[in-house]
């Protein structure tokens, strides 16, 4: 009896310190500023209250790229791309509501059009009236969708892994699936578990993302690691993610809105992207007109960290070539 118990004791005490050490507080604005806002780093701050952390590198007179990031990501991921495009072009790139270091904004708004209006605001600051704009994942599907609302203002898109459209079949097979299992995203909605995942955020969340992330796990270091560990942190950031999943809604768009996109456009895939299969990019190549798309071997879901020097040269030849 007295084993059993002494098993029971060591048990929990070894429950409550994984427990523990995964229990994070948020981390001032101020504290992260200092950390990671080094010199290409701005901030425009709006009058409601919205605060967006972007970056405008190279020359003011080349064409300009916006590049948005995808989720639970920032502009950081594209510090070593950004280098090897800024000789050429003019390179912004900015973190969107509930990330990075724009982090949660008042109006708690983190849908597709809040991100649009923060290009917007953004490109509006900076006189910028025309632009090629660029998505990794989640900022891919906001980079298409900004193409089809304001095409007068873009000359190219470029798309890396980027979110799709789901075709008429695979959306059946979803909605018949959340049909049947509810009640996952039922608890992943509610309040109870949205209070304890604002608080138990283990580092082992974002070791496992980014290993999930990248073919190549040794890119996976624990430097970059602890990077995206930090911004998540940023006071109300998590419970602005929370929100997303908790109001998320289904985009179930019709594949042919594509057809609309007349801008010459530029489709980037990881073969082994472990996040969206790349099969989902040949939507993009069956709806818009003018395409070139290239499937990366032995590249997950971050082309732009995993194979920067042959994503600029093909941004570059792209960009050459179309425009």
């Keep these: 009896m007295k084993r059993v118990n002494a098993i029971f004791l060591i048990t929990a005490i070894g429950i409550g310190i994984f427990i523990y050490s995964g229990i994070f507080f948020d981390i001032s604005r101020t504290e992260l500023e200092q950390k990671y806002a080094s010199e290409p780093s701005r901030f425009l701050k709006m009058s409601d209250g919205k605060i967006i952390h972007y970056r405008d590198e ?35 790139s900015l973190d969107l509501p509930g990330f990075g270091l724009t982090g949660a ?63 008429k079949e695979e959306r059946k097979n979803i909605e018949a699936q959340s049909r049947q299992t509810p009640w996952v995203w039922k608890l992943m909605r509610s309040d109870l578990t949205n209070f304890v995942l604002s608080y138990y955020t283990p580092k082992f969340f974002a070791t496992q993302g980014l290993r999930s992330s990248v073919f190549d796990e040794s890119l996976a270091t624990t430097e970059l690691a602890m990077h995206f ?13 929370l929100s997303m999943f908790k109001n ?27 996040i969206i299969p790349f099969q989902s990019s040949f939507i993009f190549q069956e709806n818009i007109k003018d395409v070139d798309m290239k499937i990366y071997p032995d590249i997950g879901h971050l082309p732009m960290y995993e194979a920067p020097l042959n994503l600029a040269s093909d941004i570059k030849d792209f960009l050459r070539s179309k425009l």
């Design 248 to 274: 998320r809604r289904s985009y179930f768009n019709d594949p042919e809105i594509l057809k609309s996109i007349q801008v010459p456009t530029l489709v980037i895939h990881g073969r082994e992207d472990n």
């Design 229 to 241: 560990h930090d911004l998540v942190l940023l006071s109300g950031s998590r419970k602005a993610i």
């Design 58 to 92: 190279g020359n003011l007179d080349l064409p300009v790229i916006v590049f948005l990031h995808g989720f639970n990501g920032s502009l950081f991921n594209f510090e070593r791309l950004t280098p090897l495009l800024s000789g050429e072009f003019r390179i912004v």
């Design 105 to 167: 904004i008042p109006s708690k708004n983190y849908s597709n059009e809040s991100f649009m209006d923060t290009v917007n605001e953004v490109v509006d600051h900076l006189n910028i009236t025309n632009f090629s704009i660029a998505g990794n994942s989640m900022g891919g599907g906001v980079a298409w969708r900004y193409t089809l609302s304001y095409p007068e203002k873009i000359n190219s898109l470029i798309l890396l892994a980027s979110s799709s459209i789901l075709r």
